[in-house]
């Protein structure tokens, strides 16, 4: 089991109602995408964040690490967003750095660093929105919620028998790779290589027989999949703080953004 899988099984939110939970992170998402403010991005994260830290008790230690993963790709977005290159003969716009290099000078514009500020705090509550989602709610509770807004059942199957074959796939690559280790299939580079393509190969051949026979079984139970949902009631409380922080957020988001 992932451990990302694992607290969203086992965190103290586990027993609140999964649509109380969706409600409250994609309302926050929503509100932090088409206010688009800095500020109440930020406070958007530090509310999700101390929820996901003190409300569902994940360490903060694995907390940091997820959001260290989509790093690399803000990094690289705000990087170019925030260079700019024209030829030196233009006359450039404000800018808080230039350089010039032959016949083209590279620098970064005011315009440019505002929007890569108001992006960066943007996706960081937007991330903090999603990352409370699924570390506290289970994939079965999230299409539980989907098959209740009445989305296609097709979707929501394709989306559960995806996070399923996930672990199929890791738990057949992990037996796999210590077979071939135990062997030495990995003591030189062209061994490695070799090693490699033949898990690549087997995993393949492995995951389409089982998707066929997950096929066919389902195909005999009427085509439809049939998932255990452990049950769940509201808590009026949840609604009155949900009803609260949206009130606030939209509050700031008019008289104070």
Same mark, same amino acid.
């Given at each position: 089991?992932?451990?990302?899988?694992?607290?969203? %099984?086992?965190?103290?939110?586990?027993?609140?109602?999964?649509?109380?939970?969706?409600?409250?992170?994609? +309302?926050?998402?929503? $509100? =932090?995408?088409?206010?688009?403010?800095?500020?109440? =991005?930020?406070?958007?994260?530090?509310?999700?964040? !101390? *929820?996901?830290?003190?409300? !569902?008790?994940?360490?903060?230690? %694995?907390?940091?690490?997820?959001?260290?993963?989509?790093?690399?790709?803000?990094?690289?977005? $705000?990087?170019?967003?925030?260079?700019?290159?024209?030829?030196?003969?233009?006359?450039?716009?404000?800018?808080?750095?230039?350089?010039?290099?032959?016949?083209?000078?590279?620098?970064?514009?005011? !315009?440019?660093?505002?929007?890569?500020?108001?992006?960066?705090?943007?996706?960081? +509550?937007?991330?903090?929105?999603?990352? *409370?989602?699924?570390?506290?709610?289970?994939?079965?509770?999230?299409?539980?919620? $989907? &098959?209740?807004?009445?989305?296609?059942?097709?979707?929501?199957? @394709?989306?559960?028998?995806? %996070?399923?074959?996930? *672990?199929? *796939?890791?738990?057949?690559?992990?037996?796999?790779?210590?077979?071939?280790?135990?062997?030495?299939?990995?003591?030189?580079?062209?061994?490695?290589?070799?090693?490699?393509?033949? @898990?690549?190969?087997?995993?393949?051949?492995?995951?389409?027989? &089982? =998707?066929?026979? $997950?096929?066919? !079984?389902?195909?005999?139970? +009427?085509?439809?999949?049939?998932?255990?949902?452990?049950?769940?009631?509201?808590?009026?409380?949840?609604?009155?703080?949900?009803?609260?922080?949206?009130? @606030?957020?939209?509050?700031?988001?008019?008289?104070?953004?």
């Amino acid at each position: 089991m992932l451990l990302i899988d694992k607290y969203a %099984y086992l965190n103290k939110l586990a027993h609140v109602h999964p649509l109380e939970k969706m409600i409250f992170s994609l +309302g926050l998402l929503l $509100l =932090s995408l088409i206010l688009r403010d800095e500020q109440l =991005s930020l406070i958007t994260f530090f509310v999700m964040s !101390a *929820f996901i830290i003190f409300g !569902a008790k994940i360490p903060l230690s %694995y907390y940091v690490k997820l959001l260290l993963l989509p790093a690399f790709f803000l990094f690289t977005s $705000l990087v170019s967003i925030l260079i700019s290159i024209a030829p030196s003969t233009h006359v450039l716009p404000p800018h808080i750095w230039s350089f010039t290099f032959s016949n083209w000078t590279i620098f970064i514009g005011q !315009a440019s660093m505002t929007a890569a500020q108001q992006l960066f705090f943007i996706v960081l +509550g937007s991330i903090s929105c999603l990352y *409370f989602l699924i570390l506290t709610t289970s994939v079965q509770g999230i299409c539980y919620v $989907l &098959r209740q807004w009445r989305f296609p059942v097709l979707l929501v199957e @394709l989306v559960e028998l995806t %996070y399923r074959f996930i *672990f199929l *796939f890791l738990a057949s690559m992990q037996k796999i790779y210590l077979a071939q280790q135990a062997r030495l299939g990995y003591y030189s580079p062209i061994q490695w290589l070799r090693s490699l393509s033949m @898990l690549i190969a087997a995993l393949f051949v492995e995951m389409f027989q &089982r =998707s066929r026979a $997950l096929n066919n !079984a389902m195909q005999s139970r +009427g085509g439809e999949a049939v998932y255990w949902h452990e049950a769940s009631s509201y808590n009026k409380k949840n609604w009155l703080g949900m009803a609260l922080i949206f009130l @606030l957020f939209i509050v700031y988001g008019g008289f104070f953004a």
